[in-house]
């Protein structure tokens, strides 16, 4: 009986702490993905440093605004997909900035 009780509790817990975090998978799976090509396009030298530091400008505001939609505790459908357009952008131009011919060499 006690164990069951334990379970429950523990149970209830992590329900709490899971509901006090909001999560956006996607959102940080993306937000990963993209580090990882500026990061690549900087090694490969199809990135300068002028477009490094404007492609780091815009994830950093993706990563502001996820916190500020984050901040109440609740991400809404529409603010979700706010930022989905936003991260959209921001790989388009990742894209765009790696096959645009300017090197980093």
Not at 9 to 18: P, R, V
Not at 33 to 52: C, D, F, H, P, Y
Not at 86 to 99: D, L, T, V
Request: proline residues 2%.
């Amino acid at each position: 009986m006690k164990m069951k009780s334990l379970v429950s509790a523990l149970a209830l817990t992590m329900a709490g702490m899971a509901m006090a975090q909001p999560a956006t998978p996607n959102l940080d799976k993306r937000e990963a993905n993209q580090q990882q090509r500026i990061g690549q396009g900087v090694a490969s030298g199809q990135l300068n440093a002028k477009e490094t530091n404007r492609l780091q400008k815009r994830e950093a505001k993706l990563v502001a605004n996820e916190t500020a939609a984050k901040a109440d505790g609740k991400v809404t459908a529409a603010e979700r997909r706010k930022l989905q357009r936003e991260a959209r952008h921001n790989s388009k131009a990742i894209r765009a900035q790696k096959h645009d011919g300017q090197t980093g060499k």
